[in-house]
């Protein structure tokens, strides 16, 4: 089971405590915000995995420096490229939890056409079961994760554990769960509750791309 804290750039304040713990994160940083490149870089150096997630904007209100619903396959492509290139050291791509819906299907081509070549994952979040809905474009090998799970901002510790058990539930049930979170106190202590030894959860922690390979079924995930 893989945690992704979105928009990990946001609240510098946490990430003393963020990269000190020994959990093993995936760090969503939003390419091309502020701080984007130093977060990630601590990230790592801290042996976390980052995820760059790539902003969505209505079409023609981004200034030319995020993705656009709407955009032509093309143009989406070289802004993905444009965008994933301040992240290199990304495991995967993701869209923020601010987005409001997933990248329509011009979008998710011309993305694609970015991630595919350079071997990157795409996560896809929100995502109900059986809703047919995954983001994905046929004919093309990208790995995709799939989160169920959102922990929303302004949860409490309580309210965290019970959805991280849920997740876990579902992990042991499907093989792999995937939470996408808001980075806060309140998540860390209930990560740390929740994720300690003699804690009784059904499923670990782990690298998210553990859990994207073995959705993808191309590795055991251990």
Same mark, same amino acid.
């Given at each position: 089971?893989?945690?992704?804290?979105?928009?990990?750039?946001?609240n510098?304040?946490?990430?003393?405590?963020?990269?000190?713990?020994?959990?093993?994160?995936?760090v969503?940083?939003?390419?091309? /915000?502020?701080?984007?490149?130093?977060?990630?870089?601590?990230?790592?150096?801290?042996?976390?995995?980052?995820?760059?997630?790539?902003?969505?904007?209505?079409? /023609?209100?981004?200034?030319?420096?995020a993705?656009?619903?709407g955009?032509?396959?093309?143009?989406?492509?070289?802004?993905?490229?444009t965008l994933?290139?301040?992240? +290199?050291?990304a495991?995967?791509?993701?869209?923020?939890?601010?987005?409001?819906?997933?990248?329509?299907?011009?979008?998710q081509? !011309?993305?694609?056409a970015?991630?595919?070549?350079?071997?990157?994952?795409?996560?896809?979040? !929100?995502?109900?079961? /059986?809703?047919?809905?995954?983001? !994905?474009?046929?004919?093309?090998?990208?790995?995709?994760?799939?989160?169920?799970?959102?922990? +929303?901002?302004?949860?409490?510790?309580?309210?965290?554990?019970?959805?991280?058990?849920?997740?876990a539930?579902?992990?042991?049930?499907?093989?792999?769960?995937?939470?996408?979170?808001? +980075? /806060?106190?309140?998540?860390?202590?209930?990560?740390q509750?929740?994720? !300690?030894?003699?804690?009784?959860?059904?499923?670990?922690?782990? +690298?998210?791309?553990?859990?994207?390979?073995?959705?993808?079924?191309?590795?055991?995930?251990?």
């Open positions: 089971m893989a945690v992704v804290l979105d928009d990990t750039a946001a510098p304040l946490l990430h003393e405590l963020l990269f000190s713990m020994n959990l093993p994160f995936a969503g940083v939003i390419a091309g /915000g502020g701080g984007d490149r130093e977060t990630a870089n601590a990230a790592r150096a801290a042996g976390l995995e980052v995820v760059a997630q790539l902003p969505l904007a209505r079409q /023609g209100e981004s200034g030319g420096a993705l656009e619903y955009l032509p396959e093309g143009e989406a492509a070289d802004r993905t490229l994933m290139q301040r992240l +290199p050291m495991i995967a791509a993701a869209r923020p939890l601010s987005a409001p819906a997933r990248p329509n299907a011009s979008v081509r !011309g993305m694609a970015t991630l595919e070549p350079l071997g990157f994952a795409y996560v896809d979040h !929100g995502v109900v079961p /059986g809703d047919g809905s995954t983001f !994905g474009v046929e004919g093309v090998a990208i790995p995709i994760g799939v989160s169920r799970f959102t922990i +929303p901002a302004g949860a409490s510790a309580a309210e965290t554990v019970a959805a991280l058990d849920l997740a539930a579902d992990a042991v049930q499907r093989g792999t769960a995937v939470v996408f979170a808001t +980075p /806060g106190e309140q998540l860390f202590l209930a990560l509750l929740w994720g !300690g030894e003699g804690s009784g959860s059904l499923a670990l922690l782990a +690298p998210l791309s553990a859990v994207i390979r073995r959705q993808n079924g191309t590795g055991s995930g251990g």
